[in-house]
């Protein structure tokens, strides 16, 4: 049984929200999908934004010299500019999952302490109200 939630806790991992509906197929408890899906997008997080920074700084400084400057001129900078931090954090958080979306709020230099907060708001709101309605559906 706990093998079944630590499944939801990596599926969150890589499929974002996608990991509640298929907690829930498994007949798990629906609290219980949700508590494993944003512990496991949130320390996902935590552990992205600690050790991703300095990974981006070594990375940027020493290995990939000239590249900062192609990641301002690209299309995901534009999206940012556009949405803004907390579009990124809101609908990267439950729409693309959380690889992608730390990934990109790293390369593009975002505020990372309001990328942070609007992260963990969004995922726990929005896991909240998809665990629900999963739950009503299923």
Known sequence: MIFDYVLVFLLTLLAGALSIPA???FGLD???VFVAATVGSLGFMSLVLL?????QHFLFT????????????SRANEIVSR???VGLATIGGLV???TLTLGAALLLGVDLR???IWYALATV???ALITVFWSVVL
Not at 63 to 73: A, D, P, S, T, Y
Request: cysteine-free; charged content about 20%; aromatic content about 12%.
């Open 23 to 25: 907690g829930l197929e």
């Open 30 to 32: 629906p609290i219980g």
């Open 51 to 55: 050790v991703g920074k300095r990974v």
């Open 62 to 73: 020493k290995v990939f010299k000239g590249l900062g400057g192609g990641v301002e001129q």
């Open 83 to 85: 949405w803004g931090v």
């Open 96 to 98: 693309l999952g959380p």
């Open 114 to 116: 309001r990328f942070a």
């Open 125 to 127: 709101v929005g896991f």
